[in-house]
């Protein structure tokens, strides 16, 4: 798993020989000076019974439950959901083509998580399920809870291409193309990345700190695994460059 922290780095775009698959590596970056500020108050931690008992809004994430790796109370994220806390806890989700962008506040020590399946969709139909009424959805509720637009930052994961030979209606390069735009044209600054590429995704997000972790998972292109590790091996030197990364 990767270590994925906020910060500012560098992007990078590779293409395999002979292949057609877009791949963009992680952009790593180190923690920015107020994560852990001087004399900060540590955040409240409900019990895993009181998450399970209040009342949740529609599309909101409600599946809680005990993350024994991180020995932390966790709230899994599924297509068309989202979740925002601000309390020690880990919001999970599982990604293919679909996006997850996690935004966070430092000041308010406030994030949040959504999980997009398309750019968009009928109008008729304001869903999660679409990036277009997701990502309005999840900025909404990060500013009920404090945070404000102007020191929101984000980190964006998924938009694997998880069907091999679709090349044609490429989803996950799709909404990935979307999410960078709409980040851009709402001014919120992306600070790391791990997008692209035909790896499903296991992210998870602590959203008092912000700090963002991602494990890519087994894919369905056994035939392209020798290809793969020798282009990654030197992906993973080149995107590390520039900030840490814990592995395990």
């Not at 409600?62 to 880990?90: I, R, T």
């Amino acid at each position: 798993m990767t270590n994925i922290q906020a910060g500012t780095s560098s992007t990078m775009t590779t293409q395999t020989p002979g292949s057609s698959e877009r791949r963009r590596a992680p952009r790593i970056a180190p923690l920015s000076a107020d994560i852990y500020a001087a004399g900060a108050a540590p955040a409240r931690e409900s019990s895993l019974q009181e998450l399970k008992a209040q009342s949740r809004k529609p599309g909101e994430a409600s599946f809680f439950y005990l993350d024994h790796h991180f020995q932390h109370n966790a709230v899994k994220v599924l297509p068309g959901e989202y979740f925002v806390a601000d309390e020690s806890m880990v919001i999970m989700t599982v990604l293919g083509s679909c996006i997850a962008a996690c935004l966070w506040d430092s000041r308010a020590r406030v994030g949040g998580m959504n999980h997009f399946m398309l750019p968009d969709g009928d109008l008729a139909d304001a869903s999660g399920r679409y990036g277009s009424y997701a990502m309005e959805l999840l900025i909404n509720e990060m500013l009920k809870m404090g945070a404000r637009r102007e020191t929101m930052q984000a980190k964006i994961f998924g938009g694997a291409q998880v069907m091999h030979n679709f090349t044609t209606m490429n989803v996950g390069e799709r909404n990935t193309n979307f999410v960078l735009n709409y980040l851009h044209t709402e001014r919120i600054p992306i600070v790391s990345e791990d997008v692209l590429d035909i790896y499903p995704r296991k992210v998870v997000f602590f959203p008092v700190t912000g700090k963002a972790m991602v494990k890519r998972l087994a894919h369905a292109h056994p035939e392209a695994l020798a290809q793969e590790a020798r282009g990654n091996a030197v992906t993973v030197v080149k995107s590390t460059a520039g900030g840490s990364v814990d592995l395990f």
